[in-house]
C-alpha cells in the first residue's frame, strides 16, 4: 500500500514538474519588447520591421489611446508587405481595408463598434492573411490567446513608448530589428 502511494505521489509530483516547465516554457516563447518612438517615422519604422517577422494567420491586436499611433504603426506594418504609406488611412468609417500584398493585409478598426457588433464580422475570412485591428480591446474574450499585442503609450507631446507581446520570428541583431536610431529599445 505505502509504495502504491509513494507511486501516486511520485506521478503527481512528475505531472505538476511538468506543467511547469510548460507554462515557463510559454511564458519564454511570448517576447516581451518596449521601444521609445520620437516621431511618427520611426513609429513607422518599428511597425516595417515587425512586418517582416509576419506570418499567414497572425492577428495584430493594437491598444492605445485616441492619437497614440495605431495607425501609424499599422502604417508600417503595411509598408512592409509593399503596401504605400499614403494608402493606408484608418478604417474607422470602412471598419476593414483589404490591400493587395503576399499575405494578404486586412487592416480593422474597431472604434465606433460595442463588443457585440464584433462578434459580426466575418473573423474567419482574415485568417487567410496578416491582420492588425485597431481598438482591439473591444473584442473581449473573443480576442485571440495567440495575439500580437502591441501597445502604445503617449509619453509626451512626440514620444511614445511603444510594447509588443506575443510570439514573433523578428531577432535582436536581425536586419530587420529595429536600430537604435532614434528608436531604443527600453526592456
Not at 468609417?93 to 503576399?102: E, G, H, N, Q
Not at 474597431?110 to 492588425?132: K, M, P
Request: net charge negative; glycine share 10%; with cysteine.
Amino acid at each position: 500500500m505505502l509504495k502504491l502511494m509513494e507511486g501516486g505521489l511520485l506521478l503527481a509530483v512528475m505531472c505538476f514538474l511538468t506543467s511547469i516547465l510548460l507554462l515557463y516554457w510559454e511564458t519564454m516563447r511570448k517576447r516581451l519588447l518596449t521601444y521609445r518612438s520620437q516621431s511618427p517615422e520611426e513609429t513607422r519604422a518599428v511597425g516595417q520591421s515587425w512586418s517582416s517577422g509576419c506570418r499567414l494567420g497572425d492577428f495584430i491586436a493594437l491598444f492605445g489611446s485616441l492619437g497614440a499611433g495605431k495607425t501609424v504603426f499599422v502604417q508600417g506594418l503595411a509598408s512592409g508587405f509593399g503596401i504605400p504609406v499614403d494608402w493606408v488611412k484608418s478604417p474607422t468609417f470602412t471598419l476593414v481595408r483589404a490591400y493587395p500584398s503576399d499575405p494578404a493585409f486586412y487592416h480593422v478598426d474597431l472604434y465606433r463598434l460595442d463588443g457585440e457588433q464584433t462578434l459580426n464580422l466575418d473573423w474567419e475570412d482574415f485568417s487567410r492573411g496578416v491582420t492588425a485591428v485597431e481598438w482591439a480591446e473591444k473584442l473581449g474574450a473573443s480576442l485571440p490567446v495567440d495575439a500580437i499585442r502591441v501597445t502604445i503609450e503617449v509619453i509626451s507631446l512626440h514620444e511614445r513608448q511603444i510594447t509588443i507581446e506575443g510570439d514573433h520570428d523578428v531577432e535582436e541583431g536581425s536586419p530587420d530589428y529595429p536600430k537604435s536610431d532614434g528608436i531604443f529599445k527600453v526592456g
